[in-house]
C-alpha cells in the first residue's frame, strides 16, 4: 500500500497525469469546437505538423532570434536593476524614492509597452526593451530583498573592522544578498522568454522569431490553426526546456521554490 502510494505522489507520475490530463482536455474542446482545424486543431494532425517544423532550419533561426533579443534585453536590465538594488539596499530609505516607479512598472499592460517601444524603437527592437521593462523590477526586489535580509550583526562586524563600503558589498553584502539575486533573475528569466514571444507577436516583428513565426503561421495558413499550435507548441516544449534547466539551477545553488 505504501509503495502504491508512493508511486501515486510520485512527482514524475503527477506530470504524467497533467500531461495526460492536458491532451485530454484538448481533445474535448476539439470535439466540442465540431472537429473545425479553423477553430481549433485536432491534437494528431498539430503534433505532426510539429515535427515537420522541427525538421525545418526556419525553426531553429526563429528560436535563435528570440533567444538573442531576450538575452539583450535581459542582460542590460539586470545589470542596472542590480546596480540601483545594491545602491538602495545600503541606503534603505531611497527605496521609498523608487517605490512609486517599480509599482508603475509592475503595472503597466505589456500590450501598451509595446505600442509605446514600437514607436521609440522600432520593430525589431522594440522586444528587447520590452524585455528589460518588465524585468527591471523583479531583479531590483529581489536584489534590494536580498540586501535587507542580511544579518545585522554581520553589517555591525563590518563596519567594526574598519572595511569601506566597496569592499563590504564585495567580500561580504553582495555574496550574502546572491541566494534572492539569484532566485529572482531565475524567475525573470523564465517569464523574459514568454514576454519576448508576446512582444514579437504584437509588434509583427519581421526579424527571426517563434513570435513571427507564430504570426506567420496565423496569416498564410491553408490548414485552419493547426500551424499556429504547432508553432505554439515548440514555443512551450522550448519553455519548458529552459523551465527544467532553470530548476536544475536552483538546485545546485541550493535554492527553494
Known amino acids: 500500500m505504501k509503495k502504491i502510494r508512493s508511486i501515486l505522489l510520485n512527482k514524475y ?5 497533467g500531461i495526460a490530463l492536458f491532451f485530454l482536455i484538448w481533445v474535448i474542446v476539439y470535439l466540442i469546437a465540431g472537429k473545425n482545424n479553423s477553430i481549433f486543431p485536432e491534437p ?41 538594488g545594491v545602491v538602495v539596499g545600503n541606503y534603505k530609505r531611497m527605496k521609498y524614492v523608487f517605490n512609486p516607479t517599480m509599482v ?5 499592460p505589456t500590450a501598451a ?37 542580511i544579518d545585522q ?16 558589498n564585495i567580500k561580504v553584502k553582495f555574496p550574502l544578498a546572491l541566494p534572492t539575486i539569484s532566485l529572482g ?10 514576454i519576448e514571444i508576446m512582444a514579437e507577436v504584437i509588434s509583427g516583428s519581421s526579424s527571426y522569431g517563434l ?7 496565423y496569416i498564410n495558413s491553408s490548414n485552419g490553426m493547426v500551424p499556429t499550435f504547432a508553432y505554439s507548441l515548440i514555443a512551450i516544449i522550448v519553455m519548458l526546456l529552459v523551465t527544467f534547466l532553470l530548476d536544475l539551477l536552483k538546485k545546485l545553488l541550493k535554492l527553494k521554490k
Open 185 to 194: 533573475l531565475i524567475s525573470s528569466f523564465a517569464l523574459s522568454f514568454k
Open 44 to 84: 494528431i494532425e498539430t503534433f505532426n505538423e510539429m515535427f515537420i517544423y522541427l525538421g525545418d532550419s526556419y525553426t531553429y533561426k526563429c528560436i535563435w532570434g528570440s533567444f538573442q533579443r531576450m538575452l539583450i534585453g535581459f542582460s542590460i536590465s539586470t545589470i542596472l536593476a542590480i546596480i540601483l
Open 153 to 168: 550583526y554581520v553589517l555591525m562586524s563590518t563596519r567594526v573592522d574598519g572595511a569601506s563600503s566597496f569592499i563590504s
Open 104 to 108: 508603475a512598472l509592475k503595472a503597466i
Open 13 to 17: 507520475f503527477l506530470s504524467i497525469v
Open 211 to 217: 513570435g513571427r513565426a507564430i504570426q506567420n503561421a
Open 113 to 149: 509597452l509595446t505600442f509605446l517601444f514600437l514607436v521609440l524603437a522600432g520593430l525589431r527592437n522594440a522586444p528587447i526593451y520590452i524585455v528589460g521593462v518588465i524585468v527591471f523590477p523583479i531583479v531590483y526586489e529581489s536584489t534590494v530583498s536580498g540586501y535587507s535580509q
